[in-house]
């Protein structure tokens, strides 16, 4: 892309074939047939176009002059023949196969083959083949994320990605329904924009973004929701942190580890959090984690397989008790919490469906073999950083996003 300008500049994201969409060449054809009349919005090849508006017989034209009045003559316009063709020309092709063909084009070149004419434009631009984008690479998104948007995508990647204002042009809800904007960098406004217009998200990140009591009320209107990651995020109270997960009731993935939290908005996640939560990671919160708080949590979603209570200091062996009653409990992170004894770990032996157990910061190298040894069934301190709702996991090189591939890829 060293010779072309950004995504959002390509002029074929335009969603009406108007402006920059149009080469200059095009301009200039586009005024000289205005006087054709309303025939010309119709789908016509061009040879078709001259032959409708070739006059049928000559025309006398009556020359002004002195000296022409004496003399008159004829300008006479002999219509031009319609090409026979031998073969099939690409204006047969049926809509299905023309979509099939398209399907097969990276991101670019759709949006180049947009550009044809209006029919291509408006076949470039099917539900069917947006049906999900990855934008990584892309540092600037203004204009062309509205449009992305709106061309009825379900998937959209494009995190660690600079947003502008995506200048919507209807007020329609979007059909996105897994969406990563994980690291962005975008203003509160803009982010409240593409959030309210959201009715149907399964999957969303929205990692170390500042958000408001606006977003989070906004995403309450997706109940279909099944994982959510706000790992990092501030700017919103605990009222409407809880109203939003009494709103979403499938969840089953929740990442609220180092949020902005006080305790009032811990014991907001523990008193509303869905009960049906198979994994959830609350790490990060330090003394606002309190025993009690763990208790409650356990009460309210028995079925939790995946848990990271990592730098919670408040957390002791007091706490073992009361993690045995999740029977299904099979990932379990206390790193950093330095009121557990190493000793103590050797009775994460009663767990019978444990797993993995992360306990960094807490056991030296040297012990670890001591205590792997102690632990047989179990695998120690294998992963550094919890994959819990996250789009793509940190030990994953792939551009999937929540084990699903993109169709369309930006490529820079």
Not at 348 to 359: A, D, G, N, S
Request: proline share 5%; charged share 25%.
């Amino acid at each position: 892309m060293s010779h072309e300008g950004p995504l959002q500049e390509l002029p074929c994201l335009n969603e009406y074939l108007e402006g920059s969409m149009l080469s200059i060449s095009q301009k200039s054809k586009r005024k000289k047939r205005e006087c054709f009349g309303d025939g010309l919005d119709t789908e016509n090849t061009p040879h078709e176009l001259i032959h409708r508006w070739s006059p049928p017989h000559k025309q006398r034209v009556v020359c002004k002059g002195k000296e022409n009045e004496e003399n008159q003559f004829v300008l006479a316009r002999r219509p031009r023949k319609r090409r026979e063709f031998s073969g099939l020309s690409w204006d047969t092709l049926p809509d299905e196969l023309l979509l099939g063909i398209l399907s097969c084009l990276p991101l670019q070149d759709l949006l180049r083959m947009s550009r044809v004419c209006k029919r291509w434009h408006r076949l470039a631009f099917d539900e069917s083949l947006w049906h999900s984008v990855d934008l990584v690479g892309n540092p600037q998104l203004d204009q062309a994320l509205g449009q992305v948007l709106m061309a009825g995508v379900l998937g959209l990647r494009c995190p660690r990605t600079c947003i502008g204002e995506p200048h919507f042009t209807h007020t329609r809800h979007l059909r996105v329904q897994h969406m990563d904007l994980s690291s962005c960098t975008v203003s509160t406004l803009f982010l409240e924009d593409i959030i309210s217009r959201c009715r149907r998200l399964e999957n969303l990140s929205l990692e170390g973004l500042e958000l408001s009591d606006w977003i989070i009320q906004s995403l309450s209107q997706n109940t279909e929701l099944v994982r959510l990651n706000l790992c990092g995020c501030s700017g919103f109270s605990p009222d409407s942190l809880g109203e939003m997960l009494k709103s979403c009731s499938r969840l089953e993935e929740l990442n609220l580890s180092w949020c902005d939290f006080s305790t009032d908005h811990v014991k907001a996640v523990v008193s509303n959090i869905p009960s049906n939560i198979t994994q959830l990671n609350l790490s990060g919160y330090r003394q606002n984690l309190t025993m009690k708080d763990l208790k409650d949590l356990v009460e309210r979603c028995p079925h939790l397989v995946n848990l990271d209570l990592s730098d919670s200091v408040l957390m002791t062996t007091s706490s073992f008790p009361i993690l045995q009653q999740l029977r299904s409990l099979r990932h379990l992170a206390l790193s950093r919490c330095y009121q557990i004894h190493p000793a103590a770990l050797a009775d994460f032996e009663k767990f019978p469906e444990l797993q993995t157990l992360e306990v960094y910061g807490l056991v030296q190298d040297t012990y670890l073999p001591i205590l792997s040894k102690s632990l047989p069934r179990l695998q120690i301190n294998t992963l550094p950083f919890s994959g819990v709702a996250r789009p793509t996991e940190a030990t994953r090189r792939d551009r999937a996003m929540w084990g699903m591939t993109c169709r369309l890829v930006f490529r820079s």
